[in-house]
């Protein structure tokens, strides 16, 4: 089979299509066929050289997020057969790249995907695990009380935005930061408030609870109030413990049940994901060259 392999560490140009020996469906896991793979931060880090737990010797194949039609089961698997169609996420933080989702099979184990219907795009579908997941598992952090105001930055971004909706969702007042011409797609989300990301956030909180999903960093730290709660995506330095604030870092979980709530949610157009443009899998250099650039709106996706 065809991946795409990061055959050094460094930019964009270490992305190579080589061919790779097909997988094969172990006790326990599923052969999926990959119909689209989303092109995430987490794929641009590891290609450069940012992966926890340390570095990987390269060739190692990207992708952590990925959908498609189940081409065989193994041994233990029951309920998958054969040309049922699925979504799913790599943990990467467990496997360290032994094999991602920029090919066109993947061998996922059974409780790392879930059934998605006819209904739902296999590429929208791509976009939903580890941004989903870890917008959700965020807000979980947080441990909000009914109608507190969560400030959110990178709401037109994958975790943002997932953020942003389920916190309304879920009877919070939710202030939203946004990129440059993406305000209208953000107030749909049915936030209370967009700010510019040129906002200084200094000037507009603080807020008792701040998700910094860029992240900002010390901009987005300022806004959050003494005594306030803040999660962001990477690590950040200690604030000044007299300001009592709780930080947190989100580190993602593959929780399957979670996962097939998100999904469903997104099937049925209660939570909103978009894809800004799909490109062939043998274009993931140029993939990583527009998620670099940044603008786009919505996710990449790679179509094998």
């Known amino acids: 089979m065809r991946v795409v392999a990061a055959t050094a560490t460094g930019g964009p140009e270490v992305l190579r299509v080589v061919e790779w020996p097909d997988p094969v469906a172990g006790p326990g896991q599923v052969l999926v066929r990959v119909g689209g793979a989303g092109v995430n931060p987490a794929d641009l880090g590891a290609r450069a050289g940012f992966i926890p737990g340390g570095p990987i010797p390269p060739p190692i194949v990207l992708g952590w ?33 032994a094999g991602g989702a920029y090919a066109e099979l993947v061998a996922a184990d059974r409780d790392w995907v879930v059934p998605i219907p006819d209904t739902l795009d296999l590429a929208a579908a791509a976009t939903i695990g580890l941004n989903a997941l870890t917008a959700r598992q965020a807000l979980e952090l947080m441990t909000l009380e009914p109608g507190t105001t969560v400030l959110v930055t990178g709401a037109s971004g994958g975790v943002g935005g997932f953020a942003a909706e389920l916190a309304v969702r879920a009877g919070h007042r939710v ?32 807020f008792p609870a701040v998700l910094d999903a860029v992240p900002l960093g010390p901009p987005a730290t300022v806004a959050v109030a003494d005594g306030g709660t803040l999660v962001t995506t990477r690590p950040t330095p200690p604030l000044d413990p007299a300001r009592g604030v709780r930080q947190h870092v989100i580190m993602i ?18 939570l909103r994901t978009r894809v800004a443009k799909t490109l062939p899998l043998t274009e993931a250099e140029q993939a990583h060259r527009l998620a670099e650039a940044g603008g786009t709106r919505g996710k990449i996706v790679l179509v094998p």
């Open 253 to 270: 979980q593959l929780r399957q049940p979670m996962l097939t709530e998100l999904v469903a949610e997104v099937a049925a157009g209660r």
């Open 175 to 206: 202030v939203a930061v946004a990129s440059h011409d993406d305000e209208e797609w953000v107030r749909g989300l049915g936030v209370a408030e967009v700010l510019p990301r040129s906002a200084d956030l200094a000037g507009v909180g603080p």
């Open 65 to 97: 997020d990925f959908a498609g039609e189940v081409v065989a089961v193994g041994d233990e698997v029951t309920d998958l057969r054969p040309g049922d169609r699925i979504a799913g996420m790599i943990p990467w933080y467990l496997t360290r790249g």
